[in-house]
């Protein structure tokens, strides 16, 4: 398995400003993800990021509002932009170990958006 | 399309009963992989299982075991002599080979009354 940390935990936000979350991994991984679980909900995906290219972004989300970062094989940063109260969520990075198909999450970040 | 549905919303049992949570899946693919996870309170989500699609054979580790069922489409989880440990969110999931993406179903509470 990998270790997955993020940061920050959780935060209360204000609308119309933005938070970035970072995402760390114990090593190097190629694809990381970002996923999203709204209150009571299960998990959607955001976005795939992979080192050194753009990322792809799943349908009803875009770049302009999400985002995302992937400077190096272990860390990759996403930003929820301009926020409402309906980006309230848990975001989730996830890595996977490549041809395992197992996908291994992070704590999450509990953002909360008055 | 890819889909996974898990019927049971909320599950509770008391301690020690044994508890299954059920879970169907729709593919148009022939490969392709199963998961479960868990989510405790805390929010984490803990990898519990992967299953390919080429491998029906039924796994049991300590109190869990999964039954893979490809003429039904179903991957369900079973918890043996269950204990309030056990109490969390449970998500059935589904990726195509070659995809990397995690499909989920929207969860199965399960609360293990003393």
């Known amino acids: 398995s990998a270790v997955i940390s993020q940061k920050p935990s959780r935060d209360i936000c204000q609308r119309g400003t933005s938070l970035t979350i970072q995402c760390q991994v114990d090593?190097?991984?190629?694809?990381m993800f970002w996923y999203r679980q709204q209150p009571g909900q299960s998990l959607t995906l955001i976005a795939t990021?992979?080192?050194?290219?753009?990322?792809?972004?799943e349908s009803g989300f875009v770049i302009d509002k999400f985002p995302i970062s992937r400077p190096n094989l272990t860390f990759s940063t996403l930003t929820v932009s301009n926020m409402s109260p309906e980006d309230s969520s848990i975001y989730l990075c996830?890595?996977?170990?490549?041809?395992?198909?197992?996908?291994?999450f992070g704590p999450g970040t509990r953002l909360t958006v008055t | 399309a890819q889909k996974v549905t898990q019927a049971q919303t909320e599950i509770s049992v008391v301690e020690k009963e044994d508890v299954t949570l059920d879970c169907v899946y729709e593919?148009?693919?022939?490969?392709?992989?199963l998961f479960w996870y868990k989510q405790p309170p805390s929010g984490e989500l803990v990898f519990l299982i992967r299953r390919n699609s080429f491998d029906e054979q039924n796994e049991i580790s300590g109190r869990y075991s999964w039954n893979f069922q490809k003429s039904t489409s179903s991957f369900n989880f079973t918890i043996t002599a269950s204990q309030v440990v056990d109490s969390a969110v449970y998500f059935c999931?589904?990726?195509?080979?070659?995809?990397?993406?995690?499909?989920f179903g929207t969860g199965t509470r399960l609360t293990v009354i003393p």
């Open positions: 090593s190097q991984v190629t694809m």
């Open positions: 996830s890595v996977d170990r490549g041809d395992s198909y197992e996908q291994y």
């Open positions: 999931a589904l990726t195509q080979t070659g995809a990397n993406n995690l499909f």
């Open positions: 990021a992979n080192q050194g290219s753009e990322a792809t972004y």
């Open positions: 593919t148009r693919d022939t490969t392709y992989y």
